[in-house]
């Protein structure tokens, strides 16, 4: 089955970019419906999205951090990549990177039919923290 | 944008039975949402997918003791004969506009 990986720095200064890359393993990362996706959990908080991507290269961020965040996906090596820039300790996290499997709610079930996402398999997650 | 609301906590005896709940806010009461279950120091892990209906499916390798119901806005996930390694954070997540929302999490402690 698909699994996924992590990997990155683990410590970022104040100010730089954090850069984290994403490896899909047990299948093609181009297969399928599915957006490749980064959420990150603080220490003893919950889980908040980042933003994802398609492998077309069509992404969706969280507009609290849409100016600071970059996806990216490279298909050839089934990864993709996550980029913040200007962090603080405020982004300090663990990040963990996730597929969104795609579904279809029709109008018999909801009252205006639409496509939804959720994420199905999820890495392990990288601690990163942001430190001088 | 939906909201998805959850209880801080909860809790319950090995062996009997507990019900979460996620509510979605006005407006949105039709939304499908997906359950995640994080064990201490782990990372998420998919539970199920659940409609307004009721009707839900479960991924891979998720226990007959975990399911789901649905009420209104509120959906629902029910943990019988519980173990103790039940003992986790749940949360609800849904999606909308381009935007993927988490509820805030329920820690569910096992007596």
């Known amino acids: 089955q698909v699994q996924l990986q992590e990997s990155g720095p683990g410590l970022v200064k104040p100010s730089q970019t954090l850069s984290l890359t994403c490896t899909v393993s047990?299948?093609?990362?181009?297969?399928?419906?599915?957006?490749w996706s980064w959420i990150r959990q603080p220490a003893g908080k919950g889980l908040e999205w980042i933003g994802r991507?398609?492998?077309?290269?069509?992404?969706n961020y969280n507009p609290s951090l849409k100016s600071r965040v970059t996806i990216s996906v490279d298909t050839s090596k089934n990864q993709f990549s996550l980029k913040l820039s200007s962090v603080t300790a405020a982004d300090t996290a663990v990040y963990y990177c996730?597929?969104?499997?795609?579904?279809?709610?029709?109008?018999?079930?909801?009252?205006?039919?639409?496509?939804?996402?959720?994420?199905?398999?999820w890495g392990k997650g990288t601690t990163v923290t942001v430190s001088s | 944008q939906p909201v998805l609301t959850q209880s801080s906590s909860a809790s319950a005896s090995l062996g009997s039975s507990v019900k979460l709940t996620c509510t979605l806010s006005?407006?949105?009461?039709?939304?499908?949402i997906a359950w995640h279950q994080q064990q201490p120091g782990k990372a998420p892990r998919y539970l199920m997918k659940?409609?307004?209906?009721?009707?839900?499916n479960k991924g891979s390798g998720v226990p007959d003791r975990f399911s789901g119901s649905s009420s209104g806005a509120d959906r629902y996930l029910t943990i019988s004969n519980l173990q103790s390694e039940d003992e986790a954070d749940y949360y609800c997540?849904?999606?909308?506009?381009?935007?993927?929302?988490f509820g805030g999490g329920t820690k569910l402690t096992v007596l």
């Open positions: 996730a597929r969104a499997a795609e579904g279809y709610c029709s109008s018999t079930s909801c009252r205006i039919p639409y496509y939804y996402y959720y994420m199905d398999v």
């Open positions: 047990g299948g093609s990362i181009s297969s399928g419906s599915y957006y």
């Open positions: 991507i398609y492998t077309s290269g069509s992404t």
């Open positions: 006005s407006g949105h009461s039709s939304y499908i």
């Open positions: 659940l409609e307004g209906s009721g009707s839900y």
């Open positions: 997540e849904t999606w909308d506009s381009n935007t993927q929302v």
